[in-house]
């Protein structure tokens, strides 16, 4: 009996200390965190998540409105797969990032508290609005513009395989790619590189570029 004690006392110890390992650090305190500074006890998720009258077009739990900017997808010559308008895995970002709604209060679906922003939940939008500089910080174009996503990265495209471009490296999951670099079902997206809950490599990075290595897991080249 007393073994049988210490084994359940000894996991039910090891699971925080395991989640805790699931991310280098915590959101709390980055510029994803959205909640108020000044207050004990404010709610931290709830500006992005909510398990109530969520975004049952975009996942998980979003509590953010579709993104009603107009994208032009990216394109190039040299790829073998097209990226697509953005998909949702990509929206959820975009719900703050397309320049149009970012971070826009009377976006979110599901408020907290009394259902307003005013007192213990008031949003800190500082963390992503302004540069240490006090510089208004932009994440895309004016609302008026096209969102041209040929200045990043491409997302929102199949992964190639081997036989479309060689000079790709093959994941050892083909929807799901590596441990550290995603794919979502075999597609790439915002995710696939950014780790939203995890800002320990800035900017979100799910792991180090250093000598590109974050490049380097897909790109042979």
Known sequence: MKIRVKIILFIALSIPMIAALAYSTTI???RHD???TSVAGAEKCVFCHTPHFSNADLKPLWNKGTSTATFTPYS???MNTSPVTPNPASLVCFSCHDGVNASNKHQVLNAPGAGNFNGEADPNCVRCHFTTNNNLRLFGKNPTQPLNLNAHHPISNSYPTA???PLFNTPPDAQKGWSDVKLVNGVVECVS???PHDPGINPFLRKSN???ALCLTCHIK
């Open 28 to 30: 709390v305190g980055s």
């Open 34 to 36: 959205i909640s108020s």
């Open 76 to 78: 190039s010559p040299t």
């Open 163 to 165: 036989i479309q471009d």
């Open 193 to 195: 590189c950014h780790d």
């Open 210 to 212: 250093s000598g590109s």
